[in-house]
């Protein structure tokens, strides 16, 4: 099981950003999928979940309305848009699947929105 996220850089506040998770060793659409984010000093937190073929999904109460978690299937691959960025943002943005009670991270790609 892999998951290599990518998309991060830097970006002004209010600026758009979106991130890619590629999957590979496992049945993609098998299982749900989340990102997750760590802001130095602070503890890792839940950004958004999405089910396996896409019809839950939640979202932490810090971006609802501006992030947007979706999933394409077809090339093992998951999304992350996020829109109207804030300093608060900035972070090492992980992707993260559940296979067989085991849990697979990425390596992380640090977003950061500064002017």
């Known amino acids: 099981v892999q998951v290599v996220e990518s998309g991060g850089g830097l970006v002004q506040p209010g600026g758009s950003l979106r991130l890619s998770c590629a999957a590979s060793g496992f049945t993609f659409s098998s299982y749900g999928m989340s990102w997750h984010r760590q802001a130095p000093g602070k503890e890792r937190e839940l950004v958004a979940a999405i089910s396996n073929v896409g019809g839950l999904r939640n979202y932490a109460d810090s971006v609802k309305g501006r992030f947007t978690i979706s999933r394409d299937n077809a090339n093992n691959t998951l999304y992350l848009q996020m829109n109207s960025l804030k300093p608060e943002d900035t972070a090492v943005y992980y992707c993260?699947?559940?296979?067989?009670?085991?849990?697979?991270w990425g390596q992380g790609t640090q977003v950061t929105v500064s002017s």
């Open positions: 993260k699947t559940q296979v067989r009670g085991l849990d697979y």
